[in-house]
């Protein structure tokens, strides 16, 4: 071996060792992010009986508190997804990151309803930035095998974080009030993001065709594949708010639950929902075969919201909640994996910020309709009796996802199971 050869293997594995440096890092440092911003995603919700006291607000009135985040979160979805795509999903990451936890602190300082919905409205845009580009960000780091495992791994750190907050939360909001528990749960953020910015990176494009061409945006529209997902999702992310913004409110005003038991079941069921999320796109990515996963998924989740409607009994209600917590982001890899598997990744920050949208647009829609069917009924049951049979459409378009990806992926020349 000549001199020049010997000099080359030696830049080459240096090169492939900073690479390897590079995706560690990012992969941890994001984990982290999240884990920052789950400490705060969830606040509002879990804090919510204590913000309505001091607010003076009806059930209606706090919807439309969870409804305005919520709004805009979905309406900044395919923008910052298209920014992902064009730009890389580092910097649109950090915005986000920033902004939402920067926004949570002057969310402690409002004393007025309106003011509080215009905060949460401009802090669910900045929420937008993290999702896709996020969700990318991970999935760009793995071969095209894991990355179903990848997406869920997104989800990790945020239920960690819901975790932390359901246990120390409520501790911390009744020694000093729910103002200064959000100005602590924040902080985390805020630190987080500018150690993200200093140390994590965009993977390496291969070549600059991989970069989004505005051309391509057009096959998004176009895919029978993604405008079934888009529906799957505006299904998913319903049963995710009826499950994370209101569960804690159920058992507070429905079933006579303390703050601090509401915050330990909320706690237990965010790890069991972490730990089947990385089990899920395991499964997904094993089987190669993900509509089974998603329809099964959701028949869960039917009979868990049926439960939560109909049954008085503490050991059937906290069945109800396990299976729900357990299956609730079980398909989160699954469904987002789908649309990039047809589309490919040069699309996948669009595609995933076209499915979010739709996902989130459900979220506002559960957000709002959970307060109002509080105040009008005076329980929460029809509301999910609602998202019981929301579930099992989405069985049944799940059938028909099956046929029409094996369709695309056989017309693309793509590996089918």
């Given at each position: 071996?000549?001199?020049?050869?010997?000099?080359?293997?030696?830049?080459?594995?240096?090169?492939?060792?900073?690479?390897?440096?590079?995706?560690?890092?990012?992969?941890?440092?994001?984990?982290?992010?999240?884990?920052?911003?789950?400490?705060?995603?969830?606040?509002?919700?879990?804090?919510?009986?204590?913000?309505?006291?001091?607010?003076?607000?009806?059930?209606?009135?706090?919807?439309?508190?969870?409804?305005?985040?919520?709004?805009?979160?979905?309406?900044?979805?395919?923008?910052?997804?298209?920014?992902?795509?064009?730009?890389?999903?580092?910097?649109?990451?950090?915005?986000?990151?920033?902004?939402?936890?920067?926004?949570?602190?002057?969310?402690?300082?409002?004393?007025?309803?309106w003011l509080a919905v215009v905060c949460l409205f401009i802090a669910g845009a900045f929420r937008a930035m993290m999702f896709a580009p996020g969700l990318s960000l991970l999935a760009s780091w793995f071969p095209?095998?894991?990355?179903?495992?990848?997406?869920?791994?997104?989800?990790?750190?945020?239920?960690?974080?819901?975790?932390?907050?359901?246990?120390?939360?409520?501790?911390?909001?009744?020694?000093?009030?729910?103002?200064?528990?959000?100005?602590?749960?924040?902080?985390?953020?805020i630190i987080g993001a500018f150690t993200f910015r200093s140390l994590a990176a965009d993977a390496p494009r291969r070549n600059a065709a991989q970069q989004l061409a505005w051309s391509d945006v057009a096959r998004v529209a176009r895919s029978s594949v993604m405008w079934l997902c888009c529906v799957l999702q505006f299904a998913r992310f319903t049963v995710v708010i009826a499950f994370i913004v209101w569960l804690p409110s159920l058992l507070v005003a429905d079933h006579g639950f303390s703050m601090q038991s509401a915050g330990l079941i909320v706690a237990a069921g965010a790890a069991l929902t972490a730990a089947s999320n990385l089990v899920g796109g395991y499964v997904s990515d094993r089987l190669r075969n993900p509509p089974l996963v998603i329809g099964g998924t959701f028949a869960a989740l039917a009979c868990s919201s049926w439960m939560l409607a109909s049954t008085e009994s503490l050991?059937?209600?906290?069945?109800?909640?396990?299976?729900?917590?357990?299956?609730?982001?079980?398909?989160?890899?699954?469904?987002?994996?789908?649309?990039?598997?047809?589309?490919?990744?040069?699309?996948?920050?669009?595609?995933?910020?076209?499915?979010?949208?739709?996902?989130?647009?459900?979220?506002?829609?559960?957000?709002?309709?959970?307060?109002?069917i509080k105040d009008h009924a005076g329980s929460f049951a029809w509301g999910y009796r609602a998202v019981s049979f929301m579930c099992i459409a989405g069985v049944v378009i799940s059938i028909a996802l099956a046929r029409v990806r094996r369709h695309e992926l056989a017309r693309t020349g793509a590996p089918t199971p």
């Open positions: 071996m000549t001199q020049s050869q010997i000099e080359g293997a030696g830049a080459y594995a240096h090169s492939a060792a900073n690479v390897q440096r590079k995706r560690v890092h990012t992969v941890w440092l994001l984990v982290l992010c999240m884990f920052a911003h789950g400490l705060t995603f969830t606040a509002v919700p879990l804090l919510l009986p204590l913000i309505r006291s001091d607010l003076g607000i009806s059930f209606t009135d706090a919807g439309i508190l969870t409804a305005a985040a919520t709004m805009s979160y979905a309406l900044g979805q395919i923008p910052a997804g298209l920014l992902a795509d064009r730009f890389g999903p580092r910097r649109p990451f950090f915005t986000g990151l920033i902004g939402w936890s920067s926004l949570t602190v002057a969310f402690a300082f409002i004393h007025v309803l095209p095998r894991q990355r179903a495992t990848a997406m869920s791994l997104y989800m990790v750190g945020g239920f960690g974080g819901q975790i932390a907050l359901a246990l120390g939360g409520p501790l911390i909001a009744s020694l000093y009030g729910w103002r200064i528990a959000l100005v602590t749960l924040a902080l985390p953020g050991p059937l209600l906290l069945t109800a909640i396990a299976v729900g917590t357990i299956f609730l982001q079980f398909y989160f890899g699954p469904i987002f994996l789908v649309p990039v598997e047809v589309l490919g990744p040069r699309l996948a920050g669009t595609a995933t910020g076209v499915g979010n949208l739709f996902a989130n647009i459900g979220g506002f829609l559960t957000a709002y309709a959970f307060g109002a």
